[in-house]
C-alpha cells in the first residue's frame, strides 16, 4: 500500500498568507494525486487532480504542484473561506489512501 | 448527485446496508468508492465497485466484511458492513469520479452508530 503523510497536521495563519501542505508518499507514483478541503460538518471538495489541475469552479489561487513521492498544495492569498481542513489522495493503485489531514486555521 | 440514506444505529454484530442514488450523469460511465469517516478523524478509503460491470476493490482492512453492489436500473448503488463493532461507528460516503478519475461528487454521508 502506499502510504500518505501530509505535513504539517496543523497550521495557524492569517488572511492573505501563502500557505503550503506537503504530502509525501512512501513510494513514488505517477501523479495520480488529488488534493481535497472539508469544512467542519460538510462533505469533502475535490480541488486539484493529477497533482495540479485545478477543477472546475476552484479558485485559481489554489495550486498543485509536485511528482514521484513529494507534493504541495498551495493557497497563494488565504481567503476566511479557505480554513479549513486539507486531505491529499493518491488514486494511483488500489488501495486509495489519503493523509491524515492538515488542518488550516486562523492565527 | 448522490443521495445517501439515513442515519442508522446498529447494535455490535449486526449489518448495515447504505444506499446511495445516483442521477443527473450517466451512472455506467463512472466507478463509484465509499469512503468513511470516524469522529473527529480522517478519511479512509474502503473500497470500489465499476458501475460497468459490478468489478469490486475493497481496503484489505475491511476484505472480510464489506460487500459493494449496484443495481443500474435504479441507478443506486449499495454498501454492506457486517460484524458490526463500536469502531465502525463513522460517517459513510459515496463518492463518484469524474473523468479525471478522481473523486469529483460526493453523497451526503451516512452517519452509522454501532453501540450496544
Known amino acids: 500500500d502506499i502510504q500518505m503523510t501530509q505535513s504539517p497536521s496543523t497550521l495557524s495563519a492569517s488572511v492573505g498568507d501563502r500557505v503550503t501542505i506537503t504530502c509525501r508518499a512512501s513510494?513514488?507514483?505517477?501523479?495520480?494525486l488529488a488534493w481535497y478541503q472539508q469544512k467542519p460538518g460538510q462533505v469533502p471538495k475535490l480541488l486539484i487532480y493529477?497533482?495540479?489541475s485545478l477543477e472546475n469552479g476552484v479558485p485559481a489561487r489554489f495550486s498543485g504542484s509536485g511528482s514521484g513521492t513529494e507534493f504541495t498544495l498551495t493557497i497563494s492569498s488565504l481567503q476566511p473561506d479557505d480554513f479549513a481542513t486539507y486531505y491529499c489522495q493518491q488514486y494511483d493503485s488500489y488501495p486509495w489512501t489519503f493523509g491524515q489531514g492538515t488542518m488550516v486555521e486562523i492565527k | 448527485q448522490l443521495v445517501q440514506s439515513g442515519v442508522e444505529v446498529k447494535k455490535p454484530g449486526a449489518s448495515v446496508r447504505v444506499s446511495c442514488k445516483a442521477s443527473g450523469y450517466d451512472f455506467m460511465l463512472y466507478g463509484m468508492h465509499w469512503v468513511r469517516q470516524a469522529p473527529g478523524q480522517g478519511l479512509e478509503w474502503m473500497g470500489w465497485?465499476?458501475?460497468?460491470?459490478?468489478?469490486?476493490d475493497y481496503s484489505q482492512k475491511f476484505q472480510d466484511r464489506v460487500t459493494l453492489i449496484t443495481d443500474t436500473p435504479t441507478t443506486t448503488a449499495f454498501m454492506e458492513l457486517r460484524s458490526l463493532r463500536s469502531d465502525d461507528t463513522a460517517i459513510y460516503y459515496c463518492?463518484?469520479?469524474?473523468?479525471?478519475?478522481?473523486?469529483?461528487?460526493w453523497g451526503q454521508g451516512t452517519m452509522v452508530t454501532v453501540s450496544s
Open positions: 465497485i465499476s458501475t460497468f460491470n459490478g468489478n469490486t
Open positions: 513510494q513514488t507514483f505517477n501523479n495520480w
Open positions: 463518492a463518484s469520479e469524474g473523468f479525471h478519475a478522481a473523486l469529483a461528487l
Open positions: 493529477k497533482a495540479s
